[in-house]
């Protein structure tokens, strides 16, 4: 909810260009998380990262890359590797990895 | 790896009526959390379930966790239309990350 932005709402990209979508939160959260979200599919875990300058892979990390430089911001970069990268995009963030998460309003991104 | 299976996908009720969505996991969970997704929005957080057979209400809205710590059940009485959404359980093994269903969705006629 209120805290974490992510933008842009709708991007659109040529197939074949890496594109970086933006997550940030003021919330002070220590771990932040992102999800593919497809029909059916649920949430599918991409990268996430508890702390600044470290990060792990998720479920479906091939073909995406994350940097986590600052506390409040954790990129992702959809490269062209990504063979089916036309999805909706959720970034998470939460005080503890036990706890609670919150969720942007997400990046739908459409790759022609 | 853990998996976390969620039934049924999709369920249509008459306004007024009962609903409920299970979970159920592969591994013994150390806990489950609930969230509703309304349509074109994002996930929020409902409750997180901890203790084996704990069971937490919230209005209409009743969780439930397994004694086993390995399902959960998300019932509401007397469904509204702002009930309408995907109800998505999410479970965590150990320190292993959060690991989503593939959700509910629920439709309510009025």
């Known amino acids: 909810d209120g805290g974490i932005t992510q933008s842009p709402k709708y991007l659109f990209r040529k197939e074949g260009q890496n594109v970086t979508l933006s997550c940030e939160q003021n919330?002070?959260?220590?771990?932040m998380y992102w999800y593919r979200q497809d029909p059916g599919q649920g949430l599918r875990l991409i990268y996430y990262?508890?702390?600044?300058?470290?990060?792990q892979k998720g479920d479906i990390a091939e073909g995406y890359s994350v940097s986590r430089e600052k506390k409040e911001s954790f990129p992702l970069t959809v490269t062209s590797a990504q063979k089916n990268p036309t999805a909706f995009y959720l970034c998470?963030?939460?005080?503890?990895?036990?706890?609670?998460?919150?969720f942007g309003p997400g990046t739908r991104l459409t790759v022609l | 790896g853990q998996q976390v299976m969620q039934i049924p996908q999709y369920q249509h009720v008459q306004e007024g009526e009962d609903f409920t969505t299970y979970c159920n996991s592969s591994?013994?969970?150390?806990?489950i959390q609930w969230y509703k997704q309304r349509p074109g929005g994002h996930p929020v957080f409902l409750i997180q379930l901890v203790k084996s057979g704990e069971v937490k209400k919230q209005k209409r809205l009743t969780f439930q966790f397994g004694e086993a710590k390995k399902n959960s059940s998300l019932h509401i009485t007397a469904t509204q239309t702002t009930d309408v959404g995907t109800y998505f359980c999410a479970g965590r093994s150990g320190n292993t990350p959060l690991v989503f269903g593939k959700g509910t969705r629920l439709s309510v006629i009025a």
């Open positions: 990262s508890q702390i600044v300058n470290d990060f």
């Open positions: 591994t013994t969970l150390s806990n």
């Open positions: 919330l002070n959260h220590d771990a």
């Open positions: 998470a963030s939460s005080i503890l990895d036990s706890v609670e998460q919150f």
